[in-house]
């Protein structure tokens, strides 16, 4: 059964950083692509990140400007987003979502999800 | 970026009626090598992940139940629920992969009359 479990999340003030985790069960980790997707509170689903299987290809929403950054280590079955510079606009739930494929030449969509963590971004 | 425009963005339907959710991308998401709509639909109920119904525009996940379909092509596509059951209440996603960024619908929420 795949499993996804994300943590991380919590209350940050603006300007602050984070770090999410997703631990990832249930399959062949490495062979998938990953992504981030994330929710505000009463809004509808944002794409913010995308990582091959090998980690060797990322991709990103360009509204981030380069203050997020995903990784994944697949000998610990983990993903991760590193947030900087965090602002009250980054408030949200955030999923670990896996891809039917591996990502090599682009994201596809998502056949699971993480039940989600809450970030909230507020002083 | 591809915008995905979805309508209405609510509908109140009976039990056992038809429920029918459309969208529309900004461009073309069919891939003229292979002939795929590069198109996915999602169902969110309150509190939980949202979970994949269709991909490939038409091709339903498995479990999924048969009621719900996905049909259309390049910058026109649907989901219908043939027959509403109270189960099915929820909000509706749309979502591109044709390019990144991946982008998503402002979702559909469906309720009973």
């Known amino acids: 059964e795949v499993q996804l479990l994300e943590s991380g999340g919590g209350l940050v003030q603006p300007g602050g950083s984070l770090r999410l985790s997703c631990a990832a069960s249930g399959f062949t980790f490495s062979s998938y692509a990953m992504s981030w997707v994330r929710q505000a509170p009463g809004k509808g689903l944002e794409w913010v990140s995308a990582i091959s299987g090998s980690g060797g290809s990322t991709y990103y929403a360009a509204s981030l400007k380069g203050r997020f950054t995903i990784s994944r280590d697949n000998s610990k079955n983990t993903l991760y987003l590193q947030m900087n510079s965090l602002r009250a606009e980054d408030t949200a739930v955030y999923y670990c979502a896996k891809d039917p494929g591996d990502g090599y030449n682009s994201p596809l969509n998502f056949d699971y999800w993480g039940q989600g963590t809450l970030v909230t971004v507020s002083s | 970026d591809i915008v995905m425009t979805q309508s209405p963005d609510s509908l109140a339907v009976s039990l056992g009626e038809r429920a029918t959710i459309n969208c529309k991308p900004s461009q073309s998401v069919l891939y003229s090598s292979n002939n795929k709509n590069y198109l996915a639909w999602y169902q969110q109920k309150p509190g939980q992940p949202p979970k994949l119904l269709i991909y490939?525009?038409?091709t339903r996940e498995s479990g999924v139940p048969d009621r719900f379909s996905g049909s259309g092509s390049g910058t026109d596509f649907t989901l219908t629920i043939s027959s509403l059951q109270a189960e099915d209440v929820a909000v509706y996603y749309c979502q591109q992969y044709y390019t990144t960024p991946l982008t998503f619908g402002g979702g559909t929420k469906v309720e009973i009359k």
């Open positions: 490939w525009a038409s």
